[in-house]
Nanobody, 115 residues
Framework: QVQVAESGGGLVQAGGSLRLSCEAS????????MGWYRQAPGQEREFVAL???????RYAASVKGRFTISRHNGASTMYLQMNSLKPEDTAVYFC?????????WGQGTQVTVSS
């Protein structure tokens, strides 16, 4: 089993920055991909960014050039550096760790960007 836990959310003004962290534990060698998703009030959860086991990355068009995903410590720790934040980035951000068997989700961390 794999567990993931997010941290680092908060309140920031538009144009500011935040860094989210995700710590994976348990059977981390089984993780083939880690990523970030977000869910705004009344909306469905959407993809933000991901990092594959070869550390290649992909981003949603809405965050490309502003957000950077990275992984460290044998790929069990993942970060999302968020710059030039906009009010529309306000959401609960979830960490995801995918194994061949299933997806594992954290509880989420709130990011609020004020205008």
């Amino acid at each position: 089993q794999v567990q993931v836990a997010e941290s680092g959310g908060g309140l920031v003004q538009a144009g500011g920055s935040l860094r989210l962290s995700c710590e994976a534990s348990g059977n981390i060698v089984s993780i083939i991909r880690m990523g970030w998703y977000r869910q705004a009030p009344g909306q469905e959860r959407e993809f933000v960014a991901l990092s594959d086991s070869d550390l290649s990355t992909r981003y949603a068009a809405s965050v490309k050039g502003r957000f950077t995903i990275s992984r460290h410590n044998g790929a069990s720790t993942m970060y999302l550096q968020m710059n030039s934040l906009k009010p529309e980035d306000t959401a609960v951000y979830f960490c995801n760790a995918r194994t061949r068997a299933q997806n594992h989700w954290g509880q989420g961390t709130q990011v609020t960007v004020s205008s």
